[in-house]
C-alpha cells in the first residue's frame, strides 16, 4: 500500500509540472527532460513505477495483460509471496 501511496504523491507532482510550469507543451516537456538531469532522473522513475503501481492493485496482473503472457507466472509469484493478514486486525 506504501507503494501506491508513493505512486499517487509522484503523479500529483508530475501533474503540478506537466500543468503548472510546462502548460502541456509537449516540445518544452522534451527539452526539459532532456536539458535537466534531475528532472530526467525523476521522469525515469516514475516511468519505471507505473508498471509497478497497475500490477499492485488486486485485479492489476489478471486486468493488465492477457493469458499465457510472461507477467503471468510474476504476478503468481507475487501473490503467493505477499505477507498473509490477521484476519482483518
Request: glycine share 12%; charged share 10%; net charge positive.
Amino acid at each position: 500500500m506504501l507503494g501506491l501511496f508513493a505512486f499517487t504523491y509522484l503523479s500529483l507532482h508530475f501533474l503540478n509540472w506537466l500543468v503548472l510550469d510546462q502548460w502541456f507543451d509537449l516540445g518544452a516537456i522534451a527539452a526539459d527532460i532532456a536539458r535537466r538531469p534531475y528532472i530526467t532522473v525523476g521522469f525515469t522513475a516514475y516511468a519505471l513505477l507505473v508498471p509497478l503501481a497497475v500490477t499492485s492493485t488486486p485485479g492489476g496482473c489478471a486486468d493488465s495483460v492477457g493469458a499465457g503472457t510472461a507477467c503471468t507466472g510474476w504476478c503468481t509469484r507475487q501473490r503467493s509471496s505477499a505477507a498473509p493478514t490477521s484476519g482483518g486486525r
